[in-house]
């Protein structure tokens, strides 16, 4: 608020401003001539603007506020209908509001007025931000990795070692590089993955593709084959739950575990099962294995109501024993695969933790969707089965 003020001062006598202060964590410029008024306010208070009115709100390095849902929900109410609301901040891990609106902004698949609009700005595209190296200077095998990934510039490359201070810096050093220049949106948040169950630097490089089409919100990335076979693995929310972030998903894979189709969003459990229906009997009655504490229902509306074939639905609890199993699945396929297909899957990939105590944030519906369908493409495939045929003297192979 200092910079304003100075910047105020120096315009001039002519718009008369008056400088006050209300309280000692807020201040206010008056300005006399039009009755408006610029007011800051702390991040760490519950309430830091009370009973004001606001037509413009900028909530600056909103990750770092102390007390960042309390405050910022004091004040979004007190905006304006044709306000303009602004959060900005550096990346401070995956457990905050911040990350939480860039993500769900970065995933809408409506725009409307009210919608925020996501947007971020890479270190590497400002000329601020570089070095000329000199001639003596060699890249060492991190600098050749990172310019080769995120297509920096030699320059850049410097630049980065220079802050880096070493060729082989403490991963800390990594991660604050990371989180004070973000290179882009998914591995600014990398300090938080070190509760990961998966190799991050595998699935950091694993490509994503545009949809080819989007219908009743399901993403089709591969049209469906005669000669296929297909498998959904479904991850179920309850009808009651209050929690915004839980979401119904599916994600549909083929044989050769390339992913189809996906779905996610907050939905009622009948009208999930409709998009199910549709969706599997699209792809040659695909077999769908339902994740069960809440997926009896789909199953029944599935089988009884829709007449889905019933040898096709299978359910599976998540325990304590298959729990583990998923993961492994999950983990597997990130290492030995190069293509994850679709972006919303990939980011709750990367951002799922094991160890992050408040999870409320962060969506994981996709991903254990994904693992259910790894889970029925082991169990469902056909399969192949060796034998020597005693006449004929030679391999031979029936699907079963």
Not at 5 to 14: A, H, K, L, T, Y
Not at 19 to 47: A, C, M, P, W, Y
Not at 199 to 210: C, P
Not at 301 to 329: A, G, Q
């Amino acid at each position: 608020m200092e910079m304003i003020i100075r910047m105020v001062e120096d315009i001039g006598p002519e718009l008369k401003l008056e400088i006050k202060t209300d309280r000692k964590s807020v201040k206010r410029i008056e300005f006399d001539n039009t009755h408006s008024q610029i007011l800051s306010g702390s991040g760490n208070q519950d309430n830091p603007l009370r009973s004001t009115s606001l037509n413009y709100l900028l909530a600056s390095e909103i990750a770092f506020w102390g007390k960042t849902d309390k405050a910022f929900d004091s004040i979004y109410p007190a905006m304006d209908d044709d306000g303009i609301v602004c959060l900005e901040s550096t990346p401070n891990g995956i457990g905050n509001l911040f990350y939480e609106k860039y993500v769900d902004a970065k995933n809408a698949k409506y725009i409307s007025k009210t919608t925020i609009r996501p947007c971020f700005y890479s270190w590497k595209d400002f000329k601020l931000f570089r070095k000329q190296p000199p001639k003596e200077w060699t890249p060492c095998s991190d600098d050749i990795e990172y310019m080769m990934r995120y297509g920096v510039l030699l320059d850049q490359a410097y630049w980065r070692r220079s802050y880096l201070e070493s060729d082989n810096p403490p991963k800390k050093k990594l991660l604050e590089f990371a989180r004070n220049y973000p290179i882009n949106d998914i591995d600014c948040w990398d300090e938080t993955t070190s509760g990961s169950p998966f190799v991050i630097e595998y699935l950091a490089k694993m490509k994503t593709r545009t949809p080819i089409k989007e219908e009743d919100g399901v993403r089709f990335y591969k049209l469906p084959a005669s000669y296929e076979h297909y498998f959904i693995g479904v991850d179920t929310a309850d009808d009651n739950d209050s929690q915004e972030g839980d979401d119904q998903a599916f994600c549909l894979i083929n044989n050769k575990k390339e992913i189809c189709a996906t779905f996610n969003e907050n939905i009622k459990l009948r009208q999930f099962a409709v998009i199910i229906n549709k969706v599997g009997r699209m792809y040659n009655d695909a077999h769908v294995l339902i994740e069960a504490n809440i997926g009896y229902i789909v199953d029944t509306i599935l089988t009884n109501e829709l007449d889905y074939p019933r040898r096709k639905v299978s359910r599976e609890k998540t325990t304590t024993e298959t729990r583990p199993i998923l993961f492994s699945l999950l983990d597997s396929y990130i290492a030995t695969q190069g293509e994850i297909t679709d972006e919303v899957l990939k980011s709750q990939l990367y951002n799922f933790s094991l160890i992050k105590k408040d999870m409320k944030h962060i969506k994981d519906d996709l991903g254990f969707a994904f693992a259910w369908s790894l889970w029925c493409l082991d169990e469902k495939k056909p399969r192949t089965i060796e034998f020597i045929d005693p006449y004929i003297i030679r391999d031979k192979r029936i699907r079963v």
